[in-house]
Each structure stands twice: as C-alpha cells, then as structure tokens.
C-alpha cells in the first residue's frame, strides 16, 4: 500500500507542473473550492511565473500519459473542472515520442512466445500512431494480409496504477470535505476513469468491444468495423485490419475524392445515435482521427479503448429526454429527471421546467454554427448545482462523445442542424420502444419468462427442504464441549482447555478420596 507521504508528494510535484501553466488560478478563484485545496494550490504555485492565459492541455501533457487520459476524461466535467478549462482539454491529443521498434518487437514476442517472422511477413518499424498507452505499426501478415498492429507501451500498466492510485487518495479526500465537493462526486469520476484505462490497458477487451460494435452495426448502411486477427491478438497486442481511407477531418481530400460532405455528416450523427439510443454500446472515443471514409463513402471507425454502455431504462429517459428538448416539452424532460432520480424530490417539477425551457428554448430550431448541442449541455451542467442534481457517469461519457460528433460534422457541414437529424431518429424509436405494442410485449415476455422460472424455482425449494424418508429422526443430542474442540481449531484458535479440566478432575478425586476416608472413620 502506497504511503500518505508518497500520494502528497506526487500531488505537491503534478501540482507545480499545473501551476506553471496556470492551471491552479481557477482552482484559487473558484468559490466553491474548499479552502484547504486552495491553500495547497497557493503551496504549489509559490515563486513560478505563470502564462497569462492557463494552459491546461499543455500541463497534463506535461505530467505524463495517465495524466493526458485523465485530462481527457475532465474534458467532459465543465461543472468540476470550469468550462474554460473543460474547453482547453478538448484540444488535448493524446500522441508522445514513440517508443524505440527493438523494445516493441521485444514485447511482441515475449507477449507471444513466439519470433516476429513468424507472425508478420513485414513490420514497419516506424509508427503511424504513438499514443500515451500504445502504439501502431503497418504490417502484412505471414499469410499476406495489411494489418494494423498495436502494442502496448513496456511497464505502462504499473505507471498507470502508481498514478490512479494517487488520484483516487486525492478523491476520497476531497470529498471527504463535504459540500460541492461531494456533489460532484470525484471519487466516482475517478472510478470511472480508472475503469476505462482497464479497459484501454488490455487490448484483448478492446478487440471484443470491436468485435461487439460491428455485430450491432451490421444493419447499418454506410459505417464499418475492421475486422479483428484473434491468432495475433492477447492483452498486450492488438492486430485488426488495415484500414485505406481518407481521415475524416482531412475536408480538401474528401472534396477532392468527390464525397457527400453533408451526407457524410447526417450519416455520422444517425450511427452514433444507434449505437447510444439503438443498441446501448457505443464508440465513446470518436474524435477525427478515429474516423476514416473509405473509397465508396463508408465511415470506418477505429481504436475501440473506450466503450460507453447504457442500459435500456436509461437509453429510454436520454430518448424522451432529446425528444422533450427538440418538440419544446419542457414539462415531460423536467419529469423525466425527477422519476429517474437525477433531481431529487424535494424540488419542483415546474420550477425545473423552466430552468429547462431557458437553456433549450434559444436552440431550438438553428444550425450548430451558431448555437450547439455542445452548449445546451453545458447550459444543462449549469443548472444542475442549483436542484442538487448528483454526477451522472454514463451521461457524462455520452456527452463528451455527442460533442464530438457535433464537431465533426459541423466541420464536414456548417449548417447542419442537429435536432433536424436527431428528431425523426429519436421519434421512430420512441414509438417502436415505448409505444403501447412495445409495452403489451414486453409484458408478455416477462410473464411468460416468469412462468417459465416455476419449474425451476420448485425444483429448488425441494432440493433445499428435501421430503423426509423412511428412516425415523434422531434424537437430539447433548452439546458436550470437547478438550481438542476442532471448531476452535478451525477458527485458529489453538488454545487449550486442559489445565482447566485436570484441575476439575483433581478437585473432583479429591471429594471422592475425601468421601472414603469419612466413611471408613465413621
């Protein structure tokens, strides 16, 4: 177990790198920041010159790889971390100096046991990605096919942990000091994080999410998933199909090649939306440089580290929730918030309502190029402090990703308009998924699974209270507590009761000795 000393000194140091940058200001100016953070942040900054416009993005850099995760992560926090700081970590890329080929083919074949020649006719020993976890190489396997290969960082798993375990010490205790601090539920968002780098550290997970996604997605015209090379694939590799396509942020290439750049866009925002609203899985991780459109058009999706997951009640409320904010039903999205429990009850449906109608009613109706899906979230965030409204993980994943493809297909078109594209989507499910055909159902298929679970039920209750046989009970016997009682042995207590028995027998001799003398004498 990591020491106190050792968290505090590891704090004090990333704490000085984020104040270089000024990234502590508004940590110190925030009222809301309880004043023992604030004198540590004073701690930390003391004698450094700082920029006059905070560099958030370049600090985390700075501190290391699971600092530009987590930075990463608090991109999708403006309520934690301020929107100025929320805004300036969406810029950060996650890409350092790539690790020398001999370390990684090293690592390829003790991970496999296994020489590289016998794996991949060719390896590029030069990347064409290196990330803070990872890196990729081209390849062309032993049987001839182009494949991407992704390997693991040596040791990044052990620096990972040293780090998360630092954060959630830094958690726990800034919650511990109640008030916003505990409505904003650091801990969780660091549970949460670390839940996701697990996943990302173990690229067998990441080929399955993969493999998932493209299951969900194959009714889906116009979006793919590379295929998965399970023989060159384990924890620490990753081999998945080489993808040949233009990089959707690349616009010029894209123009030039001749696509549909608005179709392109509505064709984006529809596969997001299946996969968070359709399916409940989806690709949390789809910044530009995870997108490819291939030749004929298709949109080819890469690196699945990070998955988002949402259960079907849950995928219900964001659905009426959407559908609530596009029509103007303030009421019904205010209602929505209040039987999922997001606000608690001792506020007012009416008075959320309204706090509601006054983030959406300016959206409604224009392209993102002059307001955004982006910005109604942040407005959300804003009013959340004010009805008590506790973090909610899974919507907060959905969000930094929903801002994502809000920004990519913005860029491949200005004037898209969101809630155009969104609302037939979101309507059709509604009516298919909640809808009385929908609920009569689902009705039927939990009770008819219900009558199917009796057998099965019946058959245990008899195996836990047996019929009784021909053999008549036995009679209840004394408890006699034994000298080498193997109870006590069993709980390691190996204690003895012997003196305490000899000296009764004595005692007990003595009488019976006592007794014949007296009744010799007499």
Partial sequence: MTRPATHIWRLLKWGRTLAKHGALRGIERDPNTPLPVKRLARIARFGTTQPRQPRYAEAFRDIGPAAIKLGQSLATRPDLVGEEAAQNLLSLQDDLPPVDFELIRQAIEASFGRPLDTLFSSIDPDPVGAASIAQVHRAVTTEGVPVAVKVLRPGIREKFAKDIATYEWAAAHLEAMGGEALRLRPRLTIANFQRWTNSELDLRREAASASELSESMKAVPGYAIPAIDWDRTNGKVLTIEWVDGIKISNREAL?????????????????????????????????????????????????????????????????????????????????????????????????????????????????????????????????????????????????????????????????????????????AWIRDELGPESAIADRIKEDTDTLLRIPALIRRLEEQYPPKGGAPDLPPLPDIELILDPKRRLRGDTRSNWPGYLLSGLVGAGVVAAAMVLGVIG
């Fill in 255 to 427: 123009l030039a090649a001749g696509h549909d750049l608005p179709e392109l866009a509505k064709r984006l925002v529809l596969a997001f939306l299946t996969q968070a609203i359709s399916g409940g899985f989806f690709h949390a991780d789809m910044h530009q440089g995870n997108l490819f459109v291939r030749a004929d058009g298709t949109i080819v999706a890469i690196d699945f580290g990070i998955m988002g997951r949402i259960d079907r009640r849950a995928r219900a409320w964001l659905a009426e929730i959407l559908y609530g904010l596009t029509t103007g039903n303030y009421r019904r999205v205010a209602e929505i918030h209040f039987e999922a429990q997001y606000v608690p009850s001792y506020h007012s449906v009416g008075e959320f309502a309204t706090a509601l109608r006054a983030v959406g009613e300016p959206m409604r109706g224009k392209p993102v190029s002059e307001l955004s899906v982006g910005q109604m979230l942040d407005g959300l965030f804003a009013i959340t402090r004010d009805f008590d409204m506790q973090t909610q993980p899974h919507l907060l994943l959905l969000q930094k990703t929903m801002v994502m493809v809000e920004g990519i297909a913005t860029q491949l078109d200005p004037q898209i308009n969101m809630w155009d594209v969104s609302a037939p989507f979101v309507r």
